[in-house]
């Protein structure tokens, strides 16, 4: 099944369990850091290694500053990208892991089976990172059109 991109906002959100204890924080921690840091090629070929779709294993290093998966045509190519830091900060607000541009190309599309071998492959690194098994992954989907009922809902804030 392809990704209703055209109709929902996509992402993946990784997090650590919040009962984990500090020394596996603390690492998740650095791990995070690394992704988000744009310094993520091993990071990626570690992940795609752990996939099991074959489509998904052979993809290529997405070369962005913030780094991820897919082919370097922004038109033509699906690309996975990590979220980018925060300007002023050594990280971002929260302590998860977001992927929060996936785009499908005019040539190939994103389906949920794949993001779901990325979600199980990037577990299992980011797992590894940090010693315990307590990284947890989802896939997000807003639908755009709640977007345009909350600013009509809430339109004086504006």
């Given at each position: 099944m392809l990704l209703p991109e055209d109709t929902h906002i996509i992402h993946l959100r990784f997090k650590i369990n919040s009962d984990a204890p500090q020394i596996h924080n603390d690492k998740w921690i650095k791990f995070k850091n690394i992704c988000e840091s744009g310094k993520?090629?091993?990071?990626?070929?570690?992940?795609?290694?752990?996939?099991?779709?074959?489509?998904?294993?052979?993809?290529?290093?997405?070369?962005?500053?913030?780094?991820?998966?897919?082919?370097?045509?922004?038109?033509?190519n699906k690309q996975l990208r990590f979220r980018k830091q925060q300007q002023n900060y050594s990280s971002n607000l929260d302590n998860d892991i977001v992927f929060d541009n996936i785009i499908s190309g005019e040539n190939e599309k994103w389906s949920i089976d794949e993001l779901d071998d990325l979600i199980r492959g990037f577990r299992r690194i980011a797992n590894d990172y940090v010693g315990e098994n307590c990284i947890e992954g989802h896939i997000e989907m807003v639908n755009r059109d709640s977007l345009d009922d909350y600013y009509l809902d809430n339109k004086e804030d504006y």
């Open positions: 993520n090629k091993e990071i990626v070929e570690d992940w795609l290694k752990n996939c099991k779709i074959e489509s998904v294993k052979n993809m290529p290093y997405l070369e962005r500053s913030e780094g991820g998966i897919g082919g370097n045509n922004n038109q033509k």
